[in-house]
């Protein structure tokens, strides 16, 4: 009996744990939060449009493979040209890694030319539990209707090295040409790679 018990208390742990994982089909849900402008930011106010989530951390070697070279900052540029809204989320508590005050995130991105359409302070990590992000970066595509058509790796070359980002897969902008195109896409979800989001412990 105590067994039996014990056997219905992990399954009820499992199901907790993974009943709210955002997966590639499911609506994504909305949040609210505050860029480092000041200004009010939510999923919703961009309804219609394509959007892109970034989580980040500019202390993570992993992030700033992708900064430091101009990978992230060209994605950024190239997909908000085509009207693509591009949110940069940081969940990294104060203490832990990769904490900014609004002026130093913006700081940050200035000297990198980095142009996200804004940059969403986070630390609380309420945006990243509700999405469950494990790592910096972590990579979630939605569509106009507000499914999720992606989500985990930016690329397939799961390295701090510069030099792995010559002839790496960008699972991101695949996932955009693809869903823009009306096409089905081909890996809907992958592992992400990179350090983990320095929550609140």
Known sequence: MLHTLRLLALSTC???TTAFAVKPGDQAPDFKGTDSNGHTQSLSQYHGKWIVLEWANRGCPY????YNSGNMESLQKQWTAKGVVWLRIVSSAPGQQGYVTPAEENQYLAEH??????AILDPTGAIGHLYEARTTPHMFVIDPTGKLIYEG?????????PDSLKGAHNYVSEALEDGMAGKPV???VTRSYGCSVKYAE
């Open 113 to 118: 030319h980095a142009a996200p359409t804004a």
């Open 186 to 188: 081909p890996t809907p």
């Open 153 to 161: 790796a930016i690329d397939d070359r799961p390295s701090t090295d």
């Open 63 to 66: 992030d700033q493979k992708h």
């Open 14 to 16: 499992l199901l907790a």
